[in-house]
């Protein structure tokens, strides 16, 4: 890899770094290359993406990033999932990681919380974005639909009174 080819992908992970609400560093050492294919297709399914870089430019990219911190579990074969939504990559990798013994997390940072195995795990068990969004539409719906229900129920109330008055009068 020549110096141009280097800075144009420390310029890519830097924008990975600066634009992800999560990054998930892992090791994926005896890995084969079907299962690695399949971690990108599960990855690509949540909406996040998988990146296998040099841990030297990795380093380099991470310089003045707000998860600097992280450069410290770039050792050895390490592999970067990450998403723009702060949950999607924690779950691909926590649950990549359940299946396959050889795949270990390594640790994370959302933002600038520097993120242990534990701290991967709870973010992986939160709620992702779609979730929140159509749980809080639902709030903001339910209370119309009671409006409707409770402007409805008098009219349904009389027109069963009615209804057996009128079944009274003919019998």
Do not use: W
């Amino acid at each position: 890899m020549d110096r141009a080819q280097k800075e144009k992908v420390v310029e890519e992970l830097g924008q990975i770094f600066e634009s992800s609400g999560v990054v998930v560093v892992s090791h994926y050492a005896g890995l084969t290359v079907a299962e690695m294919q399949d971690l990108r297709a599960r990855a690509r399914e949540a909406g996040s993406a998988v990146r296998v870089a040099k841990n030297r430019l990795a380093k380099i990219a991470l310089d003045g990033k707000p998860c600097a911190s992280i450069a410290d579990l770039l050792t050895g074969m390490t592999v970067l999932t990450y998403s723009e939504d702060p949950v999607a990559a924690a779950k691909v990798a926590q649950d990549y990681a359940k299946e396959n013994k050889k795949f270990e997390i390594l640790g994370g940072a959302m933002g600038e919380n520097v993120l242990d195995q534990a701290g991967v795990e709870a973010v992986s068990k939160m709620p992702s974005r779609e979730e929140l969004i159509s749980t809080i539409v639902g709030m903001l719906g339910a209370p119309a639909s009671n409006i409707a229900g409770a402007i409805g129920a008098p009219a349904s109330n009389i027109a069963s009174i009615l209804s057996t008055i009128e079944d009274k009068a003919a019998a």
